[in-house]
């Protein structure tokens, strides 16, 4: 599903060139639950961007379903983007001046989904997650795991085929941490979405079926999970 | 501190030069538009200031009411009311009659200088002028210089040009209309240019001659009456008297009911109704509203510059934080913010003066005052420059000054300040809604003078326009002698079409207007306009006769031929009917012998009047002349020399028939000129301020932004969505501007008797421009918004 072919990315500064990146390849399958891990400054994050097309590299090939992302035109990208990624952040992210429900349908409204279909998907995913309760609620009034929770809702609402995840834990508390990771484990076994997820927490890679070591901008380590148990 | 503030400042500016340079653009031209206005506005206040007893003087001005008319004014008396105010009214200190008329000058020529002859404005005027209004006298006294016929004083200026230096000039004679022989007496300062008195050559009183001297029926707009009132004396308390002066003088039974006024000497330069001798007024209204669109011109300048400044303010929050932790208080905060304000507002008002001082020629061409940006001459000006930088220091600094100082120093150390701490974003959003509102009206406005001012020029008069000179001669009755062999040789040049004598052109600000009887020994209860013409002029004109004949060949009045207007005033439906019947005015019966076609006998402002043409010779004073376009050069060039040696004494001068029509609309064109230029600052100050709320919204919504963009929105779905509330604006902005531009605009078209319609292409062309700005102002920043990288905006959270 996710192919990376020495992928590299620097910041050239006066003729510096600073490396966030290098050499890095990877493929990933379809159903994997894979966890990025690294000390800071190792390239989690910027990895993890150039997977959700939020960035792109500065070498490199990136193939996603089979398509070769770095000479997609924009239009295409979006459209692949749309279809088949969702995104959770460490700070949740959420529009400060939507309602709960709002906040879940946004992403809908951008792949086109009929009015009729927005509704009974939100309705969906509101009830799979015991929010209903707190539909009309906006992000300040709901604790930082509610938030998360309606985070990944709205990651999820549009169906995505990658769950991308940047930290998704680390504003949270430690039990709500675990409900987090519970929940993205379930996702991942019952419905076989794919999930990456940046993490620095040994406890949350162990939900995953594979590791990533990155330091320093290269790959150091790839392990499965059962390898380290 | 305060260099290091400054310091700060500076690299403030310099950081974030985009704002800088916006910023100060916007203010400077607002700024350079107050300047203008303030410098226009103080030349305009000060004509005739200044004088010993000023607020004693006044000038007595006319009116006549009609009962089917209405009131008509002039700035002229009859020429016996000095007299009469100086035996009747005891409580006016001096009395002066002033008669206006010009002609040619010939100063002989000396040793060393040459003949000098030129047409010049001349002032008979009685000595007690000088008391009423004192000036300077360099050489002679007024009451000994003025006292004796044929003696004249000349301006120090007039005086250096006759006899190259005016110490000179005493005891020289001039020669005045090639028939008075006068001596110069006295010498005089020059009069201001700021006055209403272009006095230049004053010539005894006693030296005037006219028929009318003792006549109370016959009032001209050149002869004024100047008054002194005693000390303690109250110009209203002067109209019983005055209503006793006019029942002992006038005739009784006349239909138009006169009246005199006491108008004091600071309302002469402003009075639209009566004038002056200079030609230049300048209405009360005018001056209001240049004040009233430099004050809002300053005020959007501010507003843009809140906008602005509140929408920067986030990037300071660090700033503000470690200041406050370091123990700043917000009181010396608030100092530092509106000392940068004024830092800002310095340098604009630089610019502004650099603006100002390049727009001064067209402002100068525009009005033709001498206006200068002269700080030394008129301190005034540099303490109006202090105070603007104050004011819009004050007003446009401190609003963003107390938000910026009032940030929590916890959260703007934690950069945990957002954009939307930074004030009500609903009063910015009123802003600027009013900003467009105003810039829509002024569109409106721009657009319908245009197109009434091109309707005037398309529209046809009634007569032909095209390729006609309108040249001077001189009507005494030696040069009218030559008239009819100027005409034979006018005829003969290349190219020349028409020749004919007038003493108007059919459209003309130089109508005269008499009371008439038609066929009765009653007058009718409405004035006939009155042009003495010859026989070609209806040919030269290209006016169109309906019906009877054209004028004979003749010097005096014998016969007339009227307007279609003035058969509708009688009634009368069949033009035929009138041939034959006789008409009464200033003394002569004549028959009408034809009737010609309605054409408009002065501008487009003024309803075409019931008109008759007549020949009398001793009143032409203009000689038309229709030429093949094709040929027009070189036929001026003939028809000036040709006159030139027909008149040897005087000084040719000739205009087009066309520009002297443009000139009926001379303060349309200014004013036409004005409403682009402050079309034109308002538009962009506005575009200003646009940009300023865009960035604004943009900085506070750039988390959103990034969040909707990762949930999949393209860059073209974000700029719609930033735009739209931006339409919505606009759209609301156009609804508040079009009645009011509508109420504006049909208030000014009222003023035109013949007026392009007014349609709802001026609105919707206001709209669609004000929409269409608005949408590449807002792209040009939301563009960029929604096309970061939302990666930027969510990273460090």
Redesign the interface.
Same mark, same amino acid.
């Given at each position: 599903m996710i192919e990376l072919k020495n992928i590299e990315k620097y910041y050239a500064n006066k003729g510096v060139k600073s490396y966030i990146l290098r050499h890095v390849t990877a493929s990933i399958k379809q159903g994997e639950f894979v966890s990025i891990m690294g000390p800071s400054g190792a390239g989690k994050?910027t990895l993890l961007?150039i997977l959700?097309m939020?960035?792109e590299p500065t070498y490199g090939q990136y193939e996603f379903m089979g398509e070769d992302i770095t000479s997609l035109n924009?239009?295409k990208r979006?459209e692949l983007?749309?279809n088949h990624i969702g995104?959770v952040?460490?700070?949740y992210?959420?529009?400060?001046?939507m309602t709960v429900a709002e906040n879940i349908e946004?992403?809908l409204l951008?792949?086109k989904v009929s009015g009729a279909e927005r509704k009974s998907r939100v309705a969906d995913v509101l009830d799979r997650f015991n929010m209903v309760a707190k539909k009309d609620l906006f992000p300040n009034q709901l604790s930082g795991g509610q938030q998360q929770l309606v985070g990944i809702a709205?990651a999820l609402v549009?169906q995505p085929s990658v769950i991308l995840a940047d930290e998704p834990t680390g504003n949270l508390q430690s039990a709500q941490a675990l409900q987090i990771m519970d929940l993205f484990k379930k996702l991942n076994q019952e419905e076989g979405i794919t999930i990456i997820q940046v993490t620095h927490s040994e406890v949350n890679a162990g939900y995953g079926s594979r590791i990533l070591h990155l330091l320093d901008g290269v790959i150091k380590e790839d392990v499965t999970v059962e390898q380290t148990v | 501190m305060f260099r290091l503030n400054l310091k700060i400042a500076l690299r403030n500016l310099w950081k974030y030069k985009g704002y800088t340079f916006i910023n100060i653009a916007g203010l400077s031209i607002g700024l350079a538009a107050c300047l203008l206005i303030f410098i226009f506005l103080r030349y305009q206040l000060s004509f005739d200031k200044g004088y010993e007893n000023e607020d004693r003087i006044y000038r007595i001005v006319s009116s006549w009411t009609y009962p089917s008319e209405g009131e008509f004014y002039s700035k002229g008396v009859p020429r016996p009311m000095a007299a009469a105010i100086r035996n009747d009214f005891p409580q006016v200190q001096q009395v002066a009659a002033v008669q206006e008329s010009g002609g040619i000058i010939k100063v002989p020529a000396t040793a060393g200088s040459p003949e000098i002859k030129e047409a010049s404005s001349v002032y008979y005027v009685e000595p007690q002028f000088f008391d009423i209004l004192k000036i300077n006298w360099l050489e002679g006294k007024p009451h000994q210089a003025l006292s004796m016929p044929n003696t004249v004083t000349l301006s120090k200026k007039t005086a250096d040009k006759y006899f190259g230096r005016w110490q000179n000039a005493v005891g020289r004679n001039i020669r005045f209309a090639n028939r008075t022989d006068l001596k110069v007496t006295g010498v005089f300062e020059d009069f201001p240019d700021n006055s209403s008195f272009p006095f230049n050559v004053v010539i005894s009183y006693l030296t005037y001659k006219d028929e009318s001297l003792h006549n109370w029926q016959s009032v001209s707009s050149s002869s004024e009456c100047y008054v002194l009132l005693k000390k303690g004396t109250d110009a209203s308390a002067l109209k019983a008297p005055m209503l006793k002066l006019i029942d002992k003088y006038y005739e009784k039974g006349s239909v138009g009911k006169e009246h005199h006024y006491f108008q004091p000497l600071s309302d002469i330069h402003y009075s639209e109704k009566f004038g002056n001798f200079t030609n230049k007024v300048m209405p009360e209204s005018q001056i209001i509203g240049l004040i009233v669109i430099g004050a809002f011109l300053l005020l959007t300048a501010c507003i843009n510059f809140i906008n602005l400044a509140t929408a920067q303010a986030v990037s300071r929050s660090k700033e503000v934080g470690i200041r406050k932790v370091m123990g700043s208080m917000r009181k010396q905060l608030i100092w530092q913010f509106l000392s940068e304000t004024a830092l800002i507002t310095i340098i604009a008002l630089l610019l502004a003066s650099a603006l100002t001082e390049l727009a001064l020629p067209g402002m100068r061409n525009l009005f033709s005052g001498d206006i200068s940006f002269s700080l030394f001459g008129h301190p005034v000006i540099f303490i109006f420059m202090i105070l603007l930088v104050l004011a819009v220091s004050f007003l446009a600094g401190f609003y963003p000054a107390m938000i910026v100082s009032g940030f929590s120093p916890a959260l703007a150390i934690k950069n945990k300040i957002s954009a939307s701490s930074t004030g009500a974003l609903g009063l910015r959003r009123a802003l600027v809604v009013l900003q467009f509102a105003i810039t829509s009206v002024l569109i409106v406005g721009t657009l319908v003078v245009i197109n009434q001012m091109s309707f005037m020029r398309s529209k046809s008069l009634g007569f032909d326009t095209k390729a006609i000179a309108l040249v001077n001669v001189p009507s005494d009755s030696l040069s009218q002698l030559k008239f009819n062999t100027l005409k034979e040789k006018m005829l003969h040049i290349n190219g020349v079409k028409g020749v004919s004598f007038c003493n108007a052109a059919p459209s003309s600000n130089n109508n005269n207007t008499s009371s008439f009887k038609y066929n009765s020994t009653k007058d009718e209860n409405f004035q006939l306009s009155v042009k003495s013409t010859d026989e070609d002029y209806i040919n030269t004109f290209s006016l169109k006769l309906i019906a009877g004949r054209t004028l004979s060949k003749t010097d005096t009045v014998r016969e007339t031929i009227v307007n279609e207007t003035l058969l509708k005033k009688l009634n009368i439906t069949n033009p035929n009917e009138i041939l034959g019947k006789f008409i009464e005015t200033q003394g002569r019966k004549m028959p009408v012998v034809g009737v010609i076609k309605d054409f408009n006998n002065f501008s487009l402002h003024d309803k075409i009047e019931p008109t008759a043409l007549f020949s009398f010779k001793p009143v032409y004073n203009l000689m038309a002349v229709k030429m093949e376009p094709g040929q027009l050069l070189p036929a001026m060039k003939a028809i000036e020399s040709q006159w030139n040696n027909t008149f040897p004494d005087y000084v040719y001068s000739s205009g087009f028939m066309d520009d002297q029509i443009a000139s009926f609309y001379e303060t349309e064109r200014v004013m036409s000129v004005l409403f682009k230029v402050f079309a034109g600052v308002v538009i962009f100050i506005s575009f200003i301020g646009l940009f300023g709320l865009i960035s604004f919204i943009a900085t506070q919504r750039t +988390?959103?932004i990034?969040?909707?963009k990762?949930?999949?929105?393209?860059?073209l779905?974000l700029v719609k969505m930033l735009n739209s509330s931006f339409l919505w604006m606009v759209l609301i902005a156009n609804l508040i501007a079009w009645p009011v531009s509508y109420i504006f605009v049909s208030k000014w078209l009222e003023g035109f008797e013949y007026r392009a319609p007014l349609s709802i292409w001026p609105f919707m062309v206001a709209m669609l421009l004000s929409i269409g700005i608005t949408l590449i102002t807002v792209s040009l920043r939301s563009y960029k918004a929604a096309n970061t990288?939302?990666?930027d905006a969510? +990273?460090y959270?």
């Amino acid at each position: 599903m996710i192919e990376l072919k020495n992928i590299e990315k620097y910041y050239a500064n006066k003729g510096v060139k600073s490396y966030i990146l290098r050499h890095v390849t990877a493929s990933i399958k379809q159903g994997e639950f894979v966890s990025i891990m690294g000390p800071s400054g190792a390239g989690k994050s910027t990895l993890l961007n150039i997977l959700g097309m939020l960035e792109e590299p500065t070498y490199g090939q990136y193939e996603f379903m089979g398509e070769d992302i770095t000479s997609l035109n924009e239009r295409k990208r979006i459209e692949l983007y749309r279809n088949h990624i969702g995104f959770v952040f460490q700070a949740y992210h959420l529009i400060d001046e939507m309602t709960v429900a709002e906040n879940i349908e946004a992403p809908l409204l951008y792949k086109k989904v009929s009015g009729a279909e927005r509704k009974s998907r939100v309705a969906d995913v509101l009830d799979r997650f015991n929010m209903v309760a707190k539909k009309d609620l906006f992000p300040n009034q709901l604790s930082g795991g509610q938030q998360q929770l309606v985070g990944i809702a709205r990651a999820l609402v549009a169906q995505p085929s990658v769950i991308l995840a940047d930290e998704p834990t680390g504003n949270l508390q430690s039990a709500q941490a675990l409900q987090i990771m519970d929940l993205f484990k379930k996702l991942n076994q019952e419905e076989g979405i794919t999930i990456i997820q940046v993490t620095h927490s040994e406890v949350n890679a162990g939900y995953g079926s594979r590791i990533l070591h990155l330091l320093d901008g290269v790959i150091k380590e790839d392990v499965t999970v059962e390898q380290t148990v | 501190m305060f260099r290091l503030n400054l310091k700060i400042a500076l690299r403030n500016l310099w950081k974030y030069k985009g704002y800088t340079f916006i910023n100060i653009a916007g203010l400077s031209i607002g700024l350079a538009a107050c300047l203008l206005i303030f410098i226009f506005l103080r030349y305009q206040l000060s004509f005739d200031k200044g004088y010993e007893n000023e607020d004693r003087i006044y000038r007595i001005v006319s009116s006549w009411t009609y009962p089917s008319e209405g009131e008509f004014y002039s700035k002229g008396v009859p020429r016996p009311m000095a007299a009469a105010i100086r035996n009747d009214f005891p409580q006016v200190q001096q009395v002066a009659a002033v008669q206006e008329s010009g002609g040619i000058i010939k100063v002989p020529a000396t040793a060393g200088s040459p003949e000098i002859k030129e047409a010049s404005s001349v002032y008979y005027v009685e000595p007690q002028f000088f008391d009423i209004l004192k000036i300077n006298w360099l050489e002679g006294k007024p009451h000994q210089a003025l006292s004796m016929p044929n003696t004249v004083t000349l301006s120090k200026k007039t005086a250096d040009k006759y006899f190259g230096r005016w110490q000179n000039a005493v005891g020289r004679n001039i020669r005045f209309a090639n028939r008075t022989d006068l001596k110069v007496t006295g010498v005089f300062e020059d009069f201001p240019d700021n006055s209403s008195f272009p006095f230049n050559v004053v010539i005894s009183y006693l030296t005037y001659k006219d028929e009318s001297l003792h006549n109370w029926q016959s009032v001209s707009s050149s002869s004024e009456c100047y008054v002194l009132l005693k000390k303690g004396t109250d110009a209203s308390a002067l109209k019983a008297p005055m209503l006793k002066l006019i029942d002992k003088y006038y005739e009784k039974g006349s239909v138009g009911k006169e009246h005199h006024y006491f108008q004091p000497l600071s309302d002469i330069h402003y009075s639209e109704k009566f004038g002056n001798f200079t030609n230049k007024v300048m209405p009360e209204s005018q001056i209001i509203g240049l004040i009233v669109i430099g004050a809002f011109l300053l005020l959007t300048a501010c507003i843009n510059f809140i906008n602005l400044a509140t929408a920067q303010a986030v990037s300071r929050s660090k700033e503000v934080g470690i200041r406050k932790v370091m123990g700043s208080m917000r009181k010396q905060l608030i100092w530092q913010f509106l000392s940068e304000t004024a830092l800002i507002t310095i340098i604009a008002l630089l610019l502004a003066s650099a603006l100002t001082e390049l727009a001064l020629p067209g402002m100068r061409n525009l009005f033709s005052g001498d206006i200068s940006f002269s700080l030394f001459g008129h301190p005034v000006i540099f303490i109006f420059m202090i105070l603007l930088v104050l004011a819009v220091s004050f007003l446009a600094g401190f609003y963003p000054a107390m938000i910026v100082s009032g940030f929590s120093p916890a959260l703007a150390i934690k950069n945990k300040i957002s954009a939307s701490s930074t004030g009500a974003l609903g009063l910015r959003r009123a802003l600027v809604v009013l900003q467009f509102a105003i810039t829509s009206v002024l569109i409106v406005g721009t657009l319908v003078v245009i197109n009434q001012m091109s309707f005037m020029r398309s529209k046809s008069l009634g007569f032909d326009t095209k390729a006609i000179a309108l040249v001077n001669v001189p009507s005494d009755s030696l040069s009218q002698l030559k008239f009819n062999t100027l005409k034979e040789k006018m005829l003969h040049i290349n190219g020349v079409k028409g020749v004919s004598f007038c003493n108007a052109a059919p459209s003309s600000n130089n109508n005269n207007t008499s009371s008439f009887k038609y066929n009765s020994t009653k007058d009718e209860n409405f004035q006939l306009s009155v042009k003495s013409t010859d026989e070609d002029y209806i040919n030269t004109f290209s006016l169109k006769l309906i019906a009877g004949r054209t004028l004979s060949k003749t010097d005096t009045v014998r016969e007339t031929i009227v307007n279609e207007t003035l058969l509708k005033k009688l009634n009368i439906t069949n033009p035929n009917e009138i041939l034959g019947k006789f008409i009464e005015t200033q003394g002569r019966k004549m028959p009408v012998v034809g009737v010609i076609k309605d054409f408009n006998n002065f501008s487009l402002h003024d309803k075409i009047e019931p008109t008759a043409l007549f020949s009398f010779k001793p009143v032409y004073n203009l000689m038309a002349v229709k030429m093949e376009p094709g040929q027009l050069l070189p036929a001026m060039k003939a028809i000036e020399s040709q006159w030139n040696n027909t008149f040897p004494d005087y000084v040719y001068s000739s205009g087009f028939m066309d520009d002297q029509i443009a000139s009926f609309y001379e303060t349309e064109r200014v004013m036409s000129v004005l409403f682009k230029v402050f079309a034109g600052v308002v538009i962009f100050i506005s575009f200003i301020g646009l940009f300023g709320l865009i960035s604004f919204i943009a900085t506070q919504r750039t +988390k959103e932004i990034a969040i909707r963009k990762v949930l999949g929105a393209s860059t073209l779905e974000l700029v719609k969505m930033l735009n739209s509330s931006f339409l919505w604006m606009v759209l609301i902005a156009n609804l508040i501007a079009w009645p009011v531009s509508y109420i504006f605009v049909s208030k000014w078209l009222e003023g035109f008797e013949y007026r392009a319609p007014l349609s709802i292409w001026p609105f919707m062309v206001a709209m669609l421009l004000s929409i269409g700005i608005t949408l590449i102002t807002v792209s040009l920043r939301s563009y960029k918004a929604a096309n970061t990288n939302p990666i930027d905006a969510l +990273k460090y959270e």
